[in-house]
């Protein structure tokens, strides 16, 4: 097969690929890139394979940095570019599941493309649009089928989160998991406790924020590699309900978190935690606790304080979950309107600060501050205050 129509990243980095072949080596796009663009979807990067090794890539190309050079990655610069070229490489056991104890480079196409994951992630491309098929991996593509490379067993065995990885494509590309490949995962779902969190974290992200998520949740489910991520061997129950879920649909890590808290019937303190065991960043953290709050928040989401407290971006994903469960019939345009009528959207907009209540009330700084200012605030939220310096400074001498 032969691509004709190259995107712009092709275009871009296929001076790179000539230099190599007129240095008298081979060299291929390969992986994810040729899978996106027969399948016509925007490319994040470009990976290149060459039968050269990295001292000769340094020498074909004047600037060049050594990003991975132990695993066979030099990384050109061209023309403002960064091109990340591997060479050909074969890699030994894998005593710990999770990286090779060494690779070894080789002049093989073959040999490289072998040690791939799944069929569509083992094609090549050279300059000229050729494309290398040599696991069926075009059919694969054509057939919407996830399918290990050779013995899954073998492929998982080498690094675990290849079982990971398969599903995530499932969900991503809604394609479906052969059986064999399916029945290997589930033969080897306990080797997933050898994988980093982290790493677990993004495939398992990937997979909500897919084209078809209640197909990937379900087959995590199936598989049982939820009983081997941090706390959800507990909620079986709660996941199937997830993958259930009509035309399950998320936007972004937030609403998934939020969801998961809300749906496995944890407040947003035990959320909290859950997301720890997950090495979630602080600052997601703090995110989801504020949506599941306002999501749970018995006033509703076009409350003036629900809106103040939570802001729109996280108003606007609590709303989605709504939206998901069937219990909502606000709009995402009534949350705009609402949170755009507010008289104050920060504390900073407020006219009056512990300053001013020192200076010009006399009054002594201690808890009574804050405890003033806040019901202020929540006064000029609910409309019983006007947000006017004067009218507040009057307020609080005449009620404290």
């Avoid at 995107?7 to 890139?33: H, T």
């Avoid at 406790?193 to 993004?202: D, F, L, P, S, T």
């Avoid at 939206?323 to 104050?344: K, M, S």
């Avoid at 700084?365 to 200012?373: A, C, D, T, V, Y």
Wanted: glycine content about 6%.
């Amino acid at each position: 097969m032969r691509i004709t129509k190259f995107p712009n990243e092709f275009i871009n980095a296929i001076p790179v690929l000539k230099s190599i072949q007129k240095a008298g080596f081979e060299a291929y796009f390969v992986g994810g890139c040729v899978r996106d663009t027969l399948l016509g979807i925007p490319l994040h990067d470009v990976d290149i394979a060459s039968s050269a090794y990295p001292a000769e890539i340094k020498e074909i190309f004047k600037k060049t940095v050594d990003t991975g050079i132990e695993h066979g990655t030099v990384m050109v610069l061209d023309h403002g570019e960064g091109y990340e070229i591997t060479t050909f490489r074969t890699e030994s056991t894998y005593q710990d599941f999770r990286r090779p104890d060494h690779v070894t480079f080789v002049r093989s196409l073959e040999e490289d493309l072998k040690r791939r994951d799944l069929t569509i992630n083992a094609l090549a491309m050279d300059a000229d649009g050729n494309v290398v098929d040599l696991f069926d991996g075009l059919s694969d593509l054509k057939n919407r089928v996830i399918r290990a490379v050779g013995d899954p067993h073998e492929r998982y065995h080498e690094d675990a989160l290849r079982m990971m990885r398969s599903i995530r494509f499932m969900s991503q590309l809604d394609f479906t998991i052969e059986d064999e490949t399916e029945n290997a995962i589930l033969a080897n779902a306990e080797l997933l406790e050898k994988i980093a969190i982290e790493r677990i974290h993004v495939e398992w992200i990937k997979t909500l924020l897919g084209k078809n998520p209640n197909a990937g949740v379900a087959e995590f489910i199936k598989t049982n590699l939820y009983k081997y991520c941090p706390e959800f061997d507990q909620y079986k129950e709660q996941l199937n309900k997830i993958a259930a879920i009509p035309n399950l649909s998320l936007a972004n890590e937030n609403q998934c978190w939020t969801l998961i808290g809300h749906e496995f019937g944890l407040s947003p303190q035990a959320t909290t935690v859950l997301m720890r065991k997950w090495k979630s960043s602080k600052e997601l953290i703090n995110q989801v606790e504020a949506t599941q709050t306002a999501l749970e928040n018995e006033t509703g989401l076009l409350n003036s304080e629900v809106l103040f407290e939570t802001g729109l971006e996280l108003t606007l994903d609590a709303n989605h979950i709504k939206h998901l469960l069937g219990d909502n019939q606000v709009t995402d345009q009534q949350v705009i309107e609402r949170y755009d009528a507010l008289p104050i959207k920060n504390n900073s907009d407020i006219a009056l600060t512990g300053t001013d209540l020192i200076k010009e009330l006399s009054m002594h700084p201690g808890p009574q501050i804050g405890e003033i200012l806040a019901k202020v605030k929540k006064m000029i939220l609910n409309g019983q205050l006007k947000n006017e310096h004067q009218e507040l400074i009057k307020f609080v001498s005449q009620n404290y």
